[in-house]
């Protein structure tokens, strides 16, 4: 239409007001051919970019192009163009409508064989509460390492808040000599109520989890989308390990890194070969959704299984740790050492702390044998050995080892070890709380 034409004239209404022209054609017929012409270029659209995608898709596994669905040409030519987005818009609907509740997530299951993962520890036996504390727990031990869930998750993002989403979740646990892994994968975003309420009947038969990271990450994220999507609390979380604090305190010295992949370098020597960076996750779960190619996803998964399984492992050799040092061996590295003996004195196990603080002390230099010198100290009175604390601390000032205020503090210390090995000489009576009782 000329740009000059006024808007009255186009729709074939007279300036007057008089109603349509005589003998000229309705405006109605032209806007249904263009409403037709726009659904057949929308419908053309669709299916060279459903083809372009198929042919991708095929060709990148190997396979022969996929086709999409759609009626042949000659029968939407018969029908017309309105039919035609009719037809298209309907076979959408049935599609939609026939797709199984089940396919906007999955499950995958693996089992292993406590066995083959080295496990010597976790899984076997009840479960000891004090072992429990070491391993991190925050709240009320589980009886059994069969109530205990380890879990993973993968994410939309790495910065949390509500806009992030847990589109994937590894949860494992010990059965009949096994490690059943259970991953699932929320294939469509929209389905996230359904996903959620799945997660949270997986979860709840569990007293505790167990997670690396997980206070700050997974867990606040997970009752973040509880919260959002099916509105419910997360449970299992109110007795949670998380493994990230005890692998610190036994390696971060010696390995500067406590990641999940040093750890698996360093200590179970077992480091992956390709893996998927946890920064280009989200990407590629945003790619794998637009796309539907499960060779997209598939590095995601194998990614989130190590996560767990590593985990599961590495409670395994914290708690083995644990369990040498309580029979005398006490990790060979002076820091380790020491950290387990601080904690060995938190739950009462003080033969343990003072073997740990003893080996610490011979094993370590100068400058931790200053940290753990106090600790050590009354750790030796509790013994009845004062002579060998005196020693200690005279030794290390003598050194002139330690800051002002650390010297300040040992000084302290041996003048009051002083004046009892002075009370304990001149017996009861110069104990002044007996001259009080006996006045």
């Known amino acids: 239409m000329p740009d000059g034409m006024s808007v009255l004239r186009r729709t074939g209404v007279r300036p007057g007001g008089r109603g349509a022209r005589v003998g000229r054609p309705s405006a109605l017929p032209r806007m249904n051919d263009l409403r037709a012409r726009i659904a057949e270029i929308i419908a053309r659209d669709r299916a060279r970019h459903a083809r372009a995608e198929g042919a991708d898709s095929a060709g990148a596994r190997g396979g022969s192009p996929r086709r999409a669905s759609a009626p042949s040409a000659p029968v939407l030519s018969s029908l017309g163009h309105d039919a035609e987005a009719r037809v298209a818009s309907s076979e959408e609907r049935t599609a939609a409508e026939k797709r199984p509740p089940a396919a906007a997530f999955e499950v995958r299951e693996q089992r292993i064989a406590l066995d083959d993962l080295g496990l010597e520890v976790v899984g076997r036996g009840a479960c000891d509460a004090l072992l429990l504390a070491h391993l991190g727990l925050k709240g009320e031990p589980p009886r059994d390492w069969a109530d205990i869930i380890f879990l993973d998750t993968e994410t939309t993002g790495l910065a949390g808040g509500t806009g992030t989403y847990v589109f994937l979740i590894g949860l494992a646990h010990i059965a009949d000599g096994e490690l059943v892994l259970r991953q699932h994968l929320l294939r469509d975003i929209s389905a996230e109520s359904e996903f959620v309420e799945h997660l949270r009947s997986e979860l709840e038969p569990y007293r505790a989890c167990a997670s690396y990271n997980g206070k700050t990450f997974d867990i606040p994220l997970l009752r973040t989308r509880f919260v959002m999507a099916i509105r419910s609390e997360l449970t299992v979380d109110e007795s949670h390990l998380d493994l990230l604090h005890p692998a610190r305190r036994l390696w971060k010295d010696r390995f500067g890194s406590t990641t999940l992949r040093q750890l698996e370098d360093s200590i179970l020597d077992d480091g992956r070969v390709a893996d998927i960076p ?18 997209i996803i598939a590095p995601v998964i194998t990614h989130n299984a190590r996560d ?42 003080l033969e343990a702390a003072f073997g740990c603080y003893e080996s610490a002390y011979y094993d370590g230099d100068n400058e931790l044998r200053v940290r753990l010198a106090l600790p050590y100290a009354r750790a030796l009175e509790r013994r009845g050995e004062r002579d060998r604390a005196v020693q200690m601390l005279e030794t290390l000032l003598a050194l002139g080892l330690g800051s002002v205020r650390w010297r300040e503090q040992v000084e302290s210390r041996l003048r009051r070890l002083a004046r009892r090995k002075a009370m304990k000489k001149a017996g009861p009576r110069a104990d002044p709380a007996f001259a009080n009782a006996t006045a």
């Open 278 to 295: 946890g920064s280009c996750i989200p990407d590629a779960y945003f790619h794998y959704l637009r796309r539907g190619d499960e060779a």
């Open 308 to 349: 767990v399984i590593s985990l599961v492992r590495i409670a395994d050799r914290v708690a083995g740790a644990v369990l040498d040092a309580r029979t005398g061996n006490a990790p060979a590295h002076a820091p380790a050492a020491f950290a387990l003996a601080r904690v060995f004195e938190r739950t009462g196990e």
